[in-house]
C-alpha cells in the first residue's frame, strides 16, 4: 500500500487545456487492454471518491494510466447544491487528488446529495433562488480557493422541478459563472433528458446555455420508461450508447462552441473496452470535423 505521506511519482504533465479530444471514463477492467494499446490519444476520467484511499489496487491502476494520458477528475458527492456546509474532510480529500494527480480537468455537480448526516445515492435537484444562487456560488468559491483552480460545473438532469424557482435553470448556470468566474461541463444526455421529461424543446435550452464557459462536454446513454401518466420518462442510466438525438445534439454545440474535450461516460453494464472506445471515436470524428470547420472559417476571416 501507498503510504497516505508520501504521494506516488507520477509525472506533471497535461495540467494544461488538452483542446479538442475525446475520452472515455476509465474502467479497471479495461486497464490491460489500454495498457496493451501501443499508442491512444484522449484521455480518461475518474471519479474523485473512487479514489480517496491513500494507496492500494485503485491507486496503481490510476498511476498507470497517469503516466501516458491526460486525467480527468470528476467529483461525484460535494453536494455543491446543498444547504449545508461542505463536508471539508471530504474536500481536503479532493484537494489531495488534484494535487496528486495535477488533472487537465476537475468538475464537480449542480446538485445535492446530503442532509444532516445522510448520504444520498443520487444527485438530486435544487429550486432555482436567489438564496440557493447565494450558497451555490459560496461553495464553488470555496472549492476554488482550496484547490487552487477554476472548477467546473455540471448542468443536472431533473425529473422535478420546483415552484420556488425564480429563474431559469440556464439563467442560474449564467449568473453562477459571472459570479464565481467557474468554468461549465455540459453534460448533452443531461439536457436531453431533462428536456424529454419536462416536455420543453432541447434547442430552446441550448440557445439560453451559456456555451462561451463550456470547457468539457460529457455525452452517456439513457435509459426510456413511462411515467404513472403513461408519459415517456427518460432516466440518465449511463448503461448503453450514446443515442441518436444527443449524437445530434453533439454536432450542432462543436458548431457554435468549436472542439473542447469530450468524455464518454459508461458507469454500468460496462461493455468490452473496444465498444467504449469506438463510442469515443465516434466523438472524435465529429470534433475533428469541428476543427477542420472552425479552421476554415478563420481563414476566410483573415
Request: charged share 20%.
Amino acid at each position: 500500500m501507498i503510504p497516505a505521506t508520501k504521494p506516488a511519482t507520477v509525472p506533471i504533465r497535461f495540467s494544461l487545456p488538452i483542446g479538442g479530444v475525446a475520452g472515455t471514463s476509465f474502467k479497471p477492467e479495461h486497464l490491460p487492454a489500454i495498457l496493451e494499446a501501443d499508442s491512444q490519444a484522449g484521455f480518461f476520467e475518474v471519479h474523485a471518491e473512487n479514489y480517496m484511499g491513500a494507496g492500494g489496487a485503485p491507486h496503481r491502476a490510476l498511476e498507470a494510466i497517469r503516466r501516458d494520458h491526460p486525467l480527468s477528475l470528476h467529483g461525484v458527492c460535494m453536494s455543491i447544491g446543498g444547504p449545508q456546509p461542505l463536508d471539508r474532510t471530504h474536500l481536503a480529500r479532493f484537494r489531495s487528488l488534484v494535487a496528486r494527480y495535477q488533472p487537465a480537468l476537475v468538475s464537480e455537480h449542480l446538485a445535492w446529495s446530503t442532509h444532516e448526516t445522510s448520504f444520498f445515492n443520487d444527485l438530486l435537484p435544487l429550486p432555482y433562488t436567489e438564496a440557493t444562487l447565494a450558497c451555490v456560488c459560496d461553495h464553488i468559491d470555496e472549492v476554488q480557493e482550496v484547490i487552487h483552480r477554476p472548477l467546473l460545473l455540471e448542468n443536472p438532469s431533473t425529473y422535478v422541478t420546483f415552484r420556488e424557482s425564480t429563474m431559469s435553470e440556464t439563467d442560474f448556470i449564467r449568473a453562477i459563472t459571472k459570479r464565481t468566474g467557474c468554468g461549465l461541463l455540459l453534460d448533452i444526455n443531461n439536457l436531453f433528458v431533462s428536456a424529454t421529461n419536462h416536455g420543453y424543446p432541447a434547442l430552446d435550452y441550448l440557445a439560453d446555455f451559456p456555451l462561451a464557459h463550456v470547457e468539457e462536454i460529457h455525452l452517456a446513454g439513457h435509459a426510456a420508461q413511462t411515467d404513472d401518466d403513461g408519459n415517456r420518462l427518460l432516466i440518465d442510466s449511463h448503461d448503453g450508447p450514446v443515442a441518436d438525438a444527443v449524437w445530434q445534439l453533439f454536432e450542432i454545440i462543436v458548431g457554435q462552441r468549436g472542439p473542447v474535450p469530450t468524455l464518454v461516460e459508461w458507469d454500468s453494464r460496462i461493455p468490452e473496452w473496444p465498444v467504449l472506445l469506438a463510442e469515443a471515436a465516434a466523438a472524435q470524428a465529429i470534433l475533428d470535423r469541428g476543427q477542420t470547420a472552425s479552421a476554415a472559417e478563420d481563414r476566410r476571416a483573415a
